[in-house]
Every structure is written in C-alpha cells, then in structure tokens.
Nanobody, 125 residues
C-alpha cells in the first residue's frame, strides 16, 4: 500500500505565493507520474499540474506562468510552487499519483491511482 502525505496550503492574499508538497511512501513502488488537482465548492475536480517520471510537465491553462511543479524521483516527492495567486485559485488541492507497485509472481506489478487527503488553499481579495 502507498500513502500520499500533503503539506502546505493555507490563507494568502491575492498576488501572494504558497507552496504545496506531497510525499509518497510505502514499500516497493515507483511513481509513474505525480501532480495536483483542485476542487472548489460545487465544481468538479480538475487537473492543476502533473509531472512524469521523466520530468515532462503539464499545466492547466489557468495556472501556466504562475505555478511551477517539480519532482524528486529519489524521494518520491512533488512540490507545487504557486505564485500570483488569485481568489479563483481557492480550492481544496489534492495530490494524485499514478504508482506502480511490485509483487512476486506474474506479471509482477500493478498500476493504480492514489489520492492524498486534500489541503485547503484560500486566496483573499
């Protein structure tokens, strides 16, 4: 089993910055990709940014140029640096990871999605 533990978030004024971090832990796994989604009240959960094991990144159009995602493969962690924050960035942010776990026998691995517990980001105007 793999767990995702998030940290960061909180309350910030518009134009400010925040940093979110997420660490994956468990036994015998590798991270295929890891990133962040967010969900505002009454809205669906949407992708914010994701980074692959090879370092390829993808951002939602709404955050391009303001947010930066970075990953550490050795530590299985991801950081989302958020800048020039706007009130519309307010939401619960969830860490998401596509993880491969390994086990004896055939085929010897399984891929599945994992979610963190979520962390609140509130941007005041």
């Amino acid at each position: 089993q793999v767990q995702l533990v998030e940290s960061g978030g909180g309350l910030v004024q518009a134009g400010g910055s925040l940093r979110l971090s997420c660490a994956a832990s468990g036994s015998t796994f590798s991270v295929n990709s890891i990133g962040w989604y967010r969900q505002a009240p009454g809205k669906q959960r949407d992708l914010v940014a994701v980074i692959s094991r090879g370092g390829i990144t993808n951002y939602a159009d709404s955050v391009k140029g303001r947010f930066t995602i970075s990953g550490d493969n050795a530590k299985s962690t991801v950081t989302l640096q958020m800048g020039s924050l706007k009130p519309e960035d307010s939401a619960v942010y969830y860490c998401n990871a596509d993880i491969r776990t390994y086990y004896p026998g055939s085929p010897g691995f399984a891929d599945r999605q994992y979610w963190g517990q979520g962390t609140q980001v509130t941007v005041s105007s």
